[in-house]
């Protein structure tokens, strides 16, 4: 079983609303915001990591459909990038929080670094969502059972 689709949601929203949360709590100096952020990190950081490892298995099917190698590729190289700025950021932060060292200047530059993570799971996200709508990587089956069928307000609808 492809557990890829089950697993890929779960980083794009931890390390996006963690660091919403990372912001919010540098501007607004408030600690709990901060702690959230940092639980939100890890987990994506952990997430992540689960779901390049089940992308990894899923490539093996997916590599089969013609023409999707490029769009594959693109999408591995965005995620992978993603997941090993999540892993450095976590155990970074990590560092600066046990050193107490995760203060003033560091906080703005660790907020980039959040920043550029967030992007690149958003575009992760965005590359895979394409990828599965335009190929079917994981979802073929299921759409050849499907046949477009005429509704009466003159759409298409998909009918078993």
Request: charged letters at 15%.
């Amino acid at each position: 079983m492809d557990f890829h689709p089950f697993i890929v949601h779960f980083p794009v929203a931890l390390l996006i609303v963690g660091f919403f949360c990372d912001a919010a709590g540098i501007l607004l100096r408030r600690d709990q915001l901060l702690r959230t952020g940092y639980l939100l990190l890890v987990l994506g950081a952990v997430s992540a990591i689960a779901a390049s490892l089940t992308g990894n298995a899923a490539e093996d099917t997916a590599a089969d459909i013609p023409g999707i190698a490029a769009a594959l590729e693109q999408h591995e190289s965005i995620s992978t990038a993603a997941t090993w700025l999540a892993i450095v950021l976590a155990l970074l932060r990590t560092h600066l929080i046990l050193k107490r060292k995760f203060a003033g200047a560091v906080r703005f530059a660790y907020l980039a670094g959040a920043a550029a993570a967030a992007v690149l799971v958003a575009l992760s996200g965005y590359t895979g969502g394409r990828m599965t709508y335009e190929y079917g990587p994981g979802i073929r089956p299921v759409m050849e059972t499907l046949s477009p069928q005429r509704s009466p307000g003159g759409g298409d609808t998909w009918k078993r």
